[in-house]
Structures are given as structure tokens and as C-alpha cells.
């Protein structure tokens, strides 16, 4: 099976990010930094999986080189992009991601972001009701 037929739990995870971020207080219609990750063992199949990041529409970042706790080495980068947290976008980059390392043999490995925390004036313009 590749990574591809993975993509509804892929979809259910992107969710679960979006609902964890909004009911810990992070900003709705923010822009976020979403770095999606990618890794490998073989570095040259990294850099081709990078290049094909690249021509997507997405920003590439180094490639860093880690060591496991087996003692084996593993290459990753992040896939870098601004979004809102929309769950149909954030589900057609991970398709877009999941095809690219399938083709290229490497691992994905998911996405994360950082807090937007609500700004404490945001409801209280004047003459702004809102009501839940």
C-alpha cells in the first residue's frame, strides 16, 4: 500500500489539528506558517521529493540530518506554506504531498503550525455584537 491510500487518516488528523488549535483559543481567519515534514534515509531521493515540494508551491526549507535512537541517520525538511485553517485546503496539500512521496520514496510525515492566540480586544469593537 502506498502512503496515498493513507490520505483519509490524513484527513481526520488535519481536522483533529484544525479543532484542537480553534478550541484552545487560536485565531480563526489567521494566516498560518503550516510546515508539512518529509524525511528519508537517502538523501538524494529527499532532495528530488524537495524539488518536487518546490515546483507545488511550496517553500523548502534545508534539509537537516538526524540521528535515531537505533543509531541509524534519517534526512528531513519542511514543506513550508501560508494557509488558513481550512480542512479542504489542508486535505488537498496532503494529497498533493502524500503523491510526491510516494513517487519519490520518501516518508511523510505530517504538519504543524504555530498558535495564533486571540487578540483580548477582538469582540469588543463598538457597535460589533456578537453572540454565540
Same mark, same amino acid.
Given at each position: 500500500? +502506498? ?6 487518516? $490524513?484527513?481526520?488528523? +488535519? ?8 478550541? %484552545?483559543?487560536s485565531q480563526a481567519d489567521a494566516q498560518y506558517t503550516i510546515e508539512h515534514h518529509l524525511a528519508s534515509n537517502d538523501f538524494d531521493k529527499l532532495e528530488k521529493a524537495a524539488v518536487d ?32 485553517? %481550512?480542512?479542504?485546503?489542508? +486535505?488537498? %496539500? ?16 505530517? $504538519? ?21
Amino acid at each position: 500500500m +502506498n502512503q496515498f491510500d493513507e490520505r483519509e487518516e $490524513w484527513y481526520a488528523f +488535519n481536522q483533529e489539528t484544525i479543532d484542537a488549535l480553534l478550541e %484552545d483559543g487560536s485565531q480563526a481567519d489567521a494566516q498560518y506558517t503550516i510546515e508539512h515534514h518529509l524525511a528519508s534515509n537517502d538523501f538524494d531521493k529527499l532532495e528530488k521529493a524537495a524539488v518536487d515540494c518546490f515546483k507545488a508551491g511550496f517553500e523548502v526549507t534545508d534539509a537537516e540530518e538526524l540521528m535515531l535512537d537505533d543509531g541509524g541517520t534519517i534526512f528531513c525538511f519542511d514543506a513550508v506554506i501560508e494557509r488558513e485553517l %481550512d480542512v479542504e485546503t489542508l +486535505n488537498a %496539500d496532503s494529497d498533493a504531498l502524500l503523491k510526491i512521496a510516494d513517487k519519490q520514496h520518501v516518508q511523510y510525515d505530517g $504538519w504543524g503550525t504555530y498558535f495564533m492566540p486571540r487578540g483580548e480586544d477582538d469582540s469588543d469593537d463598538e457597535g460589533e455584537f456578537f453572540e454565540e
